[in-house]
Structure formats: structure tokens, C-alpha cells
């Protein structure tokens, strides 16, 4: 696992944009992982100015995201699927139905995942997955407790999640209390995961996640069984980490070729 980290948000977007740009120039037909939330935006905005430049195209890519909220209509404002298109997809030349998310509308949810499943493995997998971290240590909306084997299915937000949530929505009460989401071993199935965090509030669980046991309590901590994770925070985020002096020489005196 790869620590970096870097003065605040914006340096770290630009790196993580750097390793999707050399992906998509590798590979056009790339397939992303995106996440939703806040913690990514910085990057989606830099891969905007990016593509408005010339610099990169999605044109030939494909994208799978997380999670979804279950039981928003379709088009609701703050159902995923409506907001990576509105923060990012829209925004650049991704080609009509290359972006797919869960489908929170289904009436047999456990199709929908093993359907999900199914799409992202005919897709080829996803070379690169952006991910946040949730206050209490989830990825996608894996919760703690949920295996580390999962796949995507439906889980309950917790309480914590759910009030994160609501500067999203009019009220508590608006937050859905259920999700299809990805499961962890889904997560750890893509090539290359690259977890963005910033601010305080994420320092302990990004701790918890990149430096404690691995276990089903921090869903995030089971990255640290995949081969090729790129962990980007800002100095708030990696406040709590034990090891901060080392991760930052060893990302000093990293060779140029080495990427992310
Ligand atoms: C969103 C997702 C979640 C968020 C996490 C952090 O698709 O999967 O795991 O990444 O809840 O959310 P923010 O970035 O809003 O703090």
C-alpha cells in the first residue's frame, strides 16, 4: 500500500488525475470505478479541466459506480446514478450507457447485484477503482461487520452514515436506509484502488484502515490485502497515522517512472 500525502485536496487530485490520464492514454477503453460523496469531486473537477484542455477522453471508456441508494426514483437529485452525472460523467465524453450504477429501483434486489456482477466482469473488470472512506471506516457502502468476501447485495446504513448523509438531502428522515451496494471482495477484485480522504473527521478511520488489523469492524482495512492500493490525503486526514514521517520520504524519493 501507498501512502501519499500532500498539502490539501487539490494536490491530491492532480495526482490521482495524473495515474487516471496515463491509464486512459494506455488504455482508452479503461474501465473506471468511480465512487460518489464529496472526497472524489476534487478529482472529477481536474479531470474536467483536463478533458475541456484535451489532455484526456473518455469517449472510449466505461465506468461502474459503487453504490446506490434503494427506493429513490430514478432521476431523483440525490440518487448516485443523478449525481456522478452531474458532477462528472456529463462533463466529459463518456458515450451514451457507458456509465452503469446498482439498480436501487429493481424489485429483487439480490438480482440486481449477481446482474451487476455479471456486467462488470463481461466489462473486463475495473482497472481503476477511486474510493472515499466513511467515518466509521466503510467502503462503498460496505458497513462494519460486512464480510470481506461480499459481493454486491443490499446493506442498512448505519445511524453515523446515515446523518453524514443528510447534508445531501431536506432532512434525516429523506435519507434512505438502504443501499445495493458493492461488496468489499467486489472492491478488491479491481486492478488498482486509489482511496482519496481529506479532513479530520476521516483521520481515524484512515488510521484504523491503512495501519490496524484488517477486519470486518473497518471494512476499509481489508485493502490492505490487495497488491496495488494508492492511499491520497491531505495532512488533516493523515494526522492519526503512526508511520506519516516514512510514507511521505519514501513518496520524496519515489522514481519518476514508478507512477502510482
Ligand atoms: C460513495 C461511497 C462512500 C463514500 C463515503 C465517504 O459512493 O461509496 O463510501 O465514499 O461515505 O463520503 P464522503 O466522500 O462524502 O465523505
Do not use: C
Not at 488525475?17 to 481536474?46: I, K, N, W
Not at 438480482?111 to 472515499?132: F, P, S, T
Not at 470486518?216 to 494526522?239: I, W
Amino acid at each position: 500500500m501507498e501512502v501519499v500525502i500532500l498539502p490539501d485536496a487539490a494536490a491530491g487530485a492532480g495526482v490521482v488525475a495524473d495515474a487516471v490520464a496515463a491509464l486512459l492514454g494506455r488504455r482508452p477503453e479503461a474501465v473506471l470505478g468511480l465512487a460518489t460523496g464529496s472526497s472524489p469531486v476534487p478529482v472529477y473537477d481536474e479531470l474536467v479541466a483536463r478533458y475541456r484542455a484535451g489532455a484526456v477522453s473518455f469517449a472510449q471508456a466505461r465506468a461502474f459506480l459503487l453504490d446506490e441508494y434503494v427506493g429513490l426514483p430514478a432521476g431523483h437529485p440525490q440518487s448516485y446514478a443523478t449525481y456522478i452525472d452531474r458532477v462528472f460523467t456529463s462533463r466529459v465524453d463518456f458515450g451514451p450507457g457507458a456509465v452503469r450504477s446498482p439498480d436501487g429501483t429493481a424489485s429483487d434486489l439480490a438480482a440486481a447485484g449477481v446482474a451487476y456482477e455479471a456486467a462488470i466482469k463481461a466489462a473486463g473488470g475495473v482497472d481503476l477503482q477511486l474510493l472515499g472512506i466513511g467515518g466509521d471506516g466503510h467502503i462503498g457502502f460496505n458497513e462494519p461487520g460486512s464480510s470481506l468476501a461480499s459481493r454486491t447485495r443490499l446493506k442498512t446504513l448505519t445511524g453515523q452514515t446515515r446523518a453524514d448523509n443528510a447534508r445531501f438531502f431536506a432532512s434525516l428522515d429523506d435519507v434512505p436506509r438502504h443501499v445495493i451496494t458493492q461488496g468489499v471482495g467486489t472492491i478488491l477484485a479491481a486492478r488498482h484502488l486509489v482511496l482519496v480522504a481529506q479532513g479530520a473527521t476521516k483521520a481515524a478511520a484512515v488510521a484504523l484502515a491503512v495501519e490496524g488489523p484488517v477486519t470486518a469492524m473497518v471494512p476499509a482495512s481489508a485493502l490492505q490485502l490487495h497488491p496495488h492500493v494508492t492511499v491520497v490525503l491531505d495532512e488533516a486526514a493523515a494526522s492519526r497515522l503512526s508511520l506519516a514521517s516514512y510514507y511521505r520520504e519514501t513518496y520524496a524519493n519515489k522514481p519518476a517512472w514508478q507512477g502510482l
